[in-house]
Structure formats: C-alpha cells, structure tokens
C-alpha cells in the first residue's frame, strides 16, 4: 500500500448548537461514477485513534436534536465501532486454518544443518532424524528430500516442510552443484503458478515455494568458499538465503567476530543480497529492524538436540570436557538471535517476500517468455528451460 | 484447508535413558524426491499445546549427552518455539498496510440508508453527508456513487468505501433496475481480474469489489415486494446480500416478529440465500454461530445521527413525543446486533466469501468463455458481454 495516499477521518467533534447531525463530517476520497478513489490528502494530521466510549467518560451533552444548546468548544470521542476487531477475526481465522513453513538447508554434510532444525523447532522435523541411518551414504549427486510435520503451539498450526539438500559441496567436482537446487525451487514456483491460472482453482493454492533456504557457511575462520559465493550469487535471485556460520562452537569469540566480518564483507564485494534485503525494506522503521539484523549477521550458531543440567536448569547444550556449550545462551552463540529472527519477527515476512517478490519475479518471466499467455496449455517441456 | 490432513507431532517426550536426542520423534509425512505431502495420519490424537517453558517447570533430568539414566516415565513440555507468534506478525503487518472494505447499500429512497451507514461507522461516511443536499433530486435511473474514507481505530486503518445507488425502486416502471447493479459488481470483479492476470502486477491488488450489500427492505409489516424478491434473486448469485427491515421503529414488537418471520420464509420459497450462507459454512462450529445469526435476520434496525441524554448517557436516537428510540438499546432494535455481526465478527469473512466464492465464480466464467485464456488479450466490448 506504499503508493496509497491514506485520507484519514477526523475523529474528534464539537456536539453542534443546532439539529444537524452530530458526526464529524469526514472530507470524501471521490464522487465518481463509477467509482474511483482519487485521494486528496485533506486531512494530513496524525490520526487520532478512535477508543471505547469507557476509554473517556462523554461530556454531558443536551439532546442536540432538541435544538438546545450545545456544549461549544468542547469535543469528545466518537463511539467504539470495532475497527480493530479485524485483528481477532484474521487471528480466528489463521487459528482455523494453520499455515505453511518451508525451509530449506544447504550445507556440506557434517556441519550439523538436522540437528540445528531440530533444535530451531525443539522436535525432530529434519530428514535425518526420521529414520535415515547416521552411517547413510552420502550422494553421488545433489538429492532433494523433503519432510513435513505439523507443529503446534498456541493453539495455531505450522505445516513445516524441511527440504534436505544431501551431496551439496561433497562431490570432487562441485561445478554447477546448485543448479538441482535452482530447479527444485523454480518447480514449486511453476506448481503455485500452474495451480494459480487455473480456471477451477483450489480455495488455498498449495504452498510448496520455499520460503527461506539456510545457507551453512563452514566455520574455516579464513573466509568463504568459491562454492558458498557460486551458490549465494545464484539462488539469491530466486529465493530468500539466509547464510549461517556452523558450528560456530569452534570458534573464538575473537575469531568469530573476525570471521563475521570477513564473510560480510565478502557477501558485499559479491553483491550477494540475503535477506532481509535492503531493497525490500519497507519504511524506515523497517529498514532500522533489519538494519540492525543485517550487521549482525551472519548468525554464528550450535545446535543441539541433548539437554544437561545446568544451574538447575536443563539447557540444550554440547558436553565437552572444558564446559558446556549452551545453544540457547547469548553469550555462548548466536543460536537465540537466529531463532528469535527466522520464526519470531521475520517468519510472515519471509512467506510474504517469497510470494510477492520471487514468485512475481518468476510469473513474470514466465509469462513474458510465453508471448503474455498463461502456461496452462504449453507442454511440460518449457517447465525445465525455465530456469 | 479443509479437505487437508493436519499431521500433528506430540510435543510431549520422555527423557532418553542413552545419548540419543531427546527431541520427541514425529512422524514423517512425506519423504519423496521432489517431495509432495502425503499425509499419513499416524498420531490421529488431540494435539498437546507446547507451552514456554515457564509455564510447567521442567521436571529434574540428569545430563542425557553423558550416558546417565533418564528419568524413565516422566514427560515434560518441550521448550517454547514461537509458531504462534505468527499472529503477532500478521497483527504488525494489518496495523502498517491497513485493509478496504466496501459496502453497497441498496433501498428504496427515504429508507434511511445514509444515516443507517453513518450510526454503524459514526461517522459521516455516506455519500448524502458528503455535501449532496437533502433536496437532490431522485434521479431518473439508478445510478451508482461511491465515496470513501479512512476510519482509524485501535491503530488499525480501514478504508471504507459505501457505494449508494439512488433511484433504485423509485421509478415508475422499475423493471430490471436491478441490472446496472449488477453491472457495477461484475465490473469490479472484472477491474481485479485483470489486475491479477497482468504480467506486471501491483504487490497489493486494489480492491473495489462489493464485499457487502446491504438490502433495505420497507417495513410495511406485510410481506416483500416483487422488486425485493427480483433484486435478491439476481444479486445474490454475485455478492453477499444482508438484508435488514428498515426504518423498524415504525413496527411493534409483534410487528415485528411476525413481519421478519414472513420474510425469512418468502426468502427460502425463493430460494434466496442471502449471507452468511448457508453452503459456505466451513465447519460445525461456523454452522451453529450462523444458524444463530440466519434465525434471528433479517435484522430490524433504526439508525440515527443525533444524541441525546438518556440516564446521564448520551445515546444516539431518535426523539418523540412518546420516548426517545435508542438505536443501540438491544430492547428497543436490532442495530447492535447488526453492527456486531457485519463489523465486529463477520467483516473478514465477508471480504474471504467475495474473494474466494463470487469473484472466483466470475473469474472461472470469464476464463472458460475465452477458451481458458486469460482475458488480457480480448477487447473490451466482452467485459459488457459477461453479466
């Protein structure tokens, strides 16, 4: 609604002297027919919010249809109407109806991607943990495996998808290893679209699209790798990246805040945009939240699916013979911070950037590329070559 | 979601007695390359709410990671994850954008239309109150005006557009006067359709379709008249009509229960559904509190924009020689119960029904008479053609 001139009404009124109505009279945004809103900014003053009659008790007033006198200057609140019952309605409705999460990881293997979604959603919802061995043989080539669970809390369901990404950066020869990933997620895009130019369409489009891919960086405390750059620079046209240092419990705090510096720094001589981008802020107040966000990361974090006793109190933790390392204390990484970003601020947005940038992006090129028609009636083969 | 399996994972676990994870095992629903979610309902049971973690203090465990014994039988809550706090980020998201709606009114002249809409928003919101002068002429054919305003309240900003329709009933001859109506709610639908097909969309599409239309009927105390029936009949195939008895102080009590009795069954020989529909109610629940609201419309409803003192309140009504008619009095009408059910529990519905049942039935006919094309490419002279 960025480009929308809001008009805003005027809630405050004097009680009239005369019989005419008592409502303030709010300016029109258009007369037209038929209709179309041509804001004219006439009223450009902070809005006064309108509260509950008990928010202030009403000044006596005489019956102003009764032509007495009115009580001047003095003004008053309007009544409640139930503007903002909006809230609970959509809160009703999303407690109904749950939503979607999709989360990809992308990592080499051993850098600990399931055991940092388990820990993210305190249950077992990555692949590895629902019966694939831990001595399972690592790919020849990428693999996409994906897993869902429904996970509640509150009262409001999340189906959570975590798409696995087996065999990414350990091959001999890397070349071109994102490219299945580039095309697992331009499929979901092409499934939504299919689903959305349909002419009987399904009430709620399935949502597949990913929604955020975590991006593990290796905690080499030297920089990143060719690989990691290859696969940032591609995918983040395509979809929300959130790079993560792993296993940052190998590292200094010196080392650290060193090794997050380099890396951002190398993400920017890049021209890597990972979320939350820049570009996509909002308004100030948003662009002063992910501000913040953005230099603190990338988030150097541990994850941990085992719980110790500490101060009498269970944390999840890694046991070491030095100390235990707590994933959910600040002080020890950076675990609290990711988590409190991916799922407590920022999960609506990322569902929202996907939507309205990458899948909008996506459309467009694909309908561009198809002379302006839907792709309903070209054949599969344009699916692939779309990438 | 509603023919959608929900998995659900029991947040409930049991301390490990080996170093395994302590994270509860769920279910996997998928495990597929590119994976598609086949629900297979394992844990069929209530769902256990996850709590934060200072709801329940977790029960003593000894370091699960050392190989210690767990203790046994003893389940605790899992930690907190923060899925719920979704409704907070949507609660920031609705409070920023704000949202539209646009309501229709549809009476004869003199029904009380105007005011009627000024009491449910108070303020002055109708197009009569927007400098049109009390002595304009009826006009010679329906025409349809629209106006619209910003209403704030409890920070949440709703742009309300009342779209009038003066002439309609007030002709000698009104025959089919139900048609430009009609015509003004297909070309909105018309006007999101081809916003929502364009290559280059707009991130929020704005919305001017008709999400409520309100019916005045007179209260004769009789029975409908052959244009009531004609208008719903037609209209309530594209938009969700509520229709209310007007001007309801002219009726008594028994008046008034016999005349909506008689009403609500020339509707149902009719065959007119009007909202909240019958066919449309998505579970159990939706059923009971709107067979509630069906049985006891249409409601009978006063409006007024005059104040007056009523036991040291100030109340909006209407005086006369014999009492003073408080429109918010539940004894003395159905205002309130109007203005909670369009305003305060049913608004977001009302928008959700327009966009998923009447403008996907228009989207869906437009489509299958262009062969499934999308309409883009075709010449203005279809959108006439299509209503």
Redesign the interface.
């Known amino acids: ?2 480009s ?1 001139t ?4 005027l ?1 405050l009124w004097t ?1 009239p002297s005369t ?1 005419v ?17 041509r804001p004219k900014p006439v009223v450009p003053a902070k ?1 006064s ?3 509950p009659p008990t928010g202030i008790p ?1 000044a ?7 032509g007495g006198q009115g009580s001047g200057g003095g003004s008053t609140l ?10 609970e ?3 009703k ?2 407690m ?4 979607d999460f999709n989360l990809m990881v992308v990592g080499q293997s051993g850098l600990g991607k399931s ?1 940092l979604v ?1 820990t ?6 990555s ?1 590895r ?3 694939w061995s831990r001595d399972e043989k690592i790919p020849k080539t990428v ?17 959570l ?1 975590v ?1 696995d990404t087996p065999g990414f950066g350990d091959q001999i020869n890397n070349e071109n290893c994102w490219e299945p990933i580039s095309k ?1 997620i331009n ?1 979901q895009y092409e499934k939504f679209l299919k689903e959305e ?1 349909n ?3 399904k ?2 489009i ?1 949502d ?1 699209r990913v929604h955020c891919c975590l991006y593990f960086i290796s905690p080499t405390g030297h920089s990143l790798r060719q690989l990691d750059i290859e696969f940032m620079k591609h995918l983040s046209r395509t979809v929300n990246i959130i790079p993560v240092i792993a296993k940052a419990d190998t590292l200094t705090p010196e080392e650290k805040t060193e090794f997050k510096q380099r890396v951002r720094k190398e993400l920017e001589v890049c021209g890597i945009e990972f979320y939350p981008q820049k570009e996509f802020d ?2 100030q107040e948003d662009k002063a939240d992910n501000d913040k966000i953005r230099e603190a990361m990338p988030f150097a974090v541990v994850g941990s ?5 500490v101060n009498c ?2 944390v ?4 070491t013979a030095w100390g235990i390392v707590e994933v ?1 204390n600040p002080n020890h990484c950076e675990f609290s911070q990711l ?2 970003f991916l ?7 990322l569902k ?1 950037v996907t939507h ?1 940038i990458y899948y ?1 992006m996506y ?2 090129k694909r ?2 590329d198809n002379g ?3 792709p ?2 070209t054949s599969n083969s344009t699916q692939e070559s779309n990438l």
């Open positions: 609604m960025g929308q809001l008009m805003l009404l809630p009680s019989s109505p008592v409502f303030p009279s709010a300016p029109d945004m258009s007369e037209i027919v038929p209709p179309e809103v809005p919010h309108v509260v009403p006596p007033l005489q019956g102003s249809g009764s309007l009544g409640y109407v139930g503007i903002d019952t909006i809230i309605q959509m809160r409705k999303t109904k109806t749950g939503f055991t388990n993210l959603f305190k249950s077992q919802v692949r943990s629902s019966g693999e996409i495996k994906s897993v869902s669970h429904v996970i509640e809390e509150g009262g409001v369901k999340m189906k998808t798409i697992y499929e130019v002419i009987a369409r009430k709620r399935p597949t909002e308004d699916d085992k719980e110790y006793q109190k269970r999840l933790g890694r046991k959910e988590r409190d799922i407590r601020s920022h999960l609506q947005d929202e309205n909008e459309r467009a309908l561009n302006g028609l839907h309903i009636s």
